[in-house]
């Protein structure tokens, strides 16, 4: 089946512009995620969904980034007003799903490289 | 909290040699602990996890690792290197209830010479 799918693949844009990234889980995966991949950084946590509950946004760097998630299967990861300093590959995952006792492995998509010129 | 040490950001082992990445945790509850493996230009792919089940854990591509409670340590090994496993690795950790996220180290880089 297909896996977990991201766009664009690549990105590139200029300070202070916004930018929409796209995340599809795998079909059923009622848990999606966002992780950072930076050279400064390292892989970080940005937010969880699962199902119809709020989310965890504990992960996000600031303000500017918010996160969506519409009927529960695409995401959209955006960021306002983007600072050098976001460029980064930003890496989706999604797993069947978290309950008490059992952390389903996450799935990773190919990631999309955002570059802020 | 949960934190995860791999020692050494690059590696260097001859085809056919030994393949040992180092990680060390460290986790106020009782951890899930996972390899995650990433060639260039693509996302990540799971390698093996340890869910407390058995301490030694089998995963694709003749790669293992133990879980040692003693040694907060759950190192990754194959006996014999690949050319093809030159890629990235990553050690990462969660609890075991509930929502989990993955706190990964900072990667270690497995080159593999012929």
């Known amino acids: 089946g297909a896996g977990v799918s991201q766009s664009p693949s690549n990105k590139v844009t200029e300070k202070g512009k916004d930018v929409e990234l796209r995340c599809d889980p795998i079909?059923?995966?009622?848990?999606l995620y966002w992780y950072r991949q930076s050279l400064g950084q390292g892989l970080e946590f940005l937010i969880y969904?699962?199902?119809?509950?709020?989310?965890?946004k504990s992960g996000l760097p600031s303000d500017r980034f918010s996160a969506e998630r519409t009927g529960g299967s695409v995401s959209t990861l955006t960021i306002q007003r983007t600072q050098q300093e976001d460029s980064a590959v930003y890496l989706c995952?999604?797993?069947?799903?978290?309950?008490?006792?059992?952390?389903?492995?996450?799935?990773f998509g190919p990631g999309t490289r955002l570059t802020v010129l | 909290a949960q934190s995860v040490t791999q020692l050494g950001s690059h590696v260097s082992v001859s085809e056919g040699a030994l393949v040992l990445l180092r990680c060390n945790y460290s986790?106020?509850?009782?951890?899930?602990l996972f390899w995650y493996v990433q060639y260039p230009n693509q996302g990540l792919q799971l390698l093996l996890k340890?869910?407390?089940?058995?301490?030694l854990v089998k995963g694709i591509n003749g790669f293992e690792a133990e879980f040692k409670k003693s040694e907060t340590s759950f190192h990754l090994t194959k006996p014999s290197a690949h050319m093809s496993d030159a890629a990235e690795y990553f050690c990462?950790?969660?609890?075991?209830?509930?929502?989990?996220?993955?706190?990964f180290g900072t990667g270690t880089r497995l080159l593999v010479s012929p």
């Open positions: 995952a999604s797993s069947l799903r978290t309950s008490g006792g059992v952390t389903d492995t996450q799935y």
């Open positions: 079909s059923g995966h009622t848990a």
């Open positions: 969904f699962q199902g119809n509950s709020a989310p965890d």
């Open positions: 986790s106020s509850v009782p951890p899930y």
């Open positions: 340890y869910t407390s089940a058995a301490t």
């Open positions: 990462a950790v969660s609890g075991n209830t509930g929502f989990q996220k993955l706190v």
